[in-house]
């Protein structure tokens, strides 16, 4: 029997040594905005079938803090929780984390419906978004892309986790202090239940100062399966058996992104 199955492929080292530094965020995927107050969106259409472990999804929640969520919208959320727990819905995040738009010098959410290299394609853009509560002294950008791959299979797609700038990391409520420390983002995916093969999360997640500019562990600095910066490629592949990704793999890729800003500062003095 045919399982779904979301790879991590990792190339490794050389691969990080080789990306490109630039501009990770895809433009359009903005024909909708949240509102300043809204915490999640209606439910919308993705405009393609998403096979989810063994689910298939047609249409989903943005939610403000950093993620969408298929069965339902969070609506209490306070804090970001690994996603190694049971979520309680599926959840696809790049950057689980106590967003807050409602600060004027903060940017809204937005998302709509586009294409990548021709495949029909879901977007949700988090560009320059403060934090709780009504923080904008740090701005977040990052994005979320779905990505319609029903030409490898029905219901195969591609996720990306693109990211431009991460200035914070926590909310006040998480124990944030100015944005940094505390429960800090976490970036994955789950479908919900906690089982086991059922959820991952990048390495740093849920780890203060890992995922922020300034760490040679950066979002930014690192990619996955692409050679743009900060750019996180994941598969949803419908017709392979579970392939369970080694542990190190991804931290070797930040390692050896970690390695090229070390160089290329080194350089600079």
Known sequence: MKRRVIIL??????YALATVHGAAIRSGFDSFALAQNDPWSP???LGFNLNFFGVTYSSLYVNTDGCVTFDAPFTIIFAPFALTTTTGTPIITPFFADV?????GSGVVRYGSGAVDGHTAFGVSWIDVGY???????????????IDRSDRHPGDADLEFNYDTVLWESGDWSGGVLGLGGLSARAGYSNGTGDPGTYDELPGSGV??????GSSTGLIHGSLNSPVAGRYVLSICNDQAPTIPAPGALLLTLIGAAFVGQRRRSIAR
Do not use: E, M, W
């Open 208 to 213: 203060p100062g890992c995922f922020l500019d």
């Open 43 to 45: 439910l919308t259409p």
């Open 9 to 14: 492929t990792i190339v490794g080292t050389l």
């Open 132 to 146: 709780f509560l009504r923080h904008d002294d740090k701005l977040d950008s990052f994005q979320l892309v779905l």
């Open 100 to 104: 807050d738009t409602r600060d004027g």
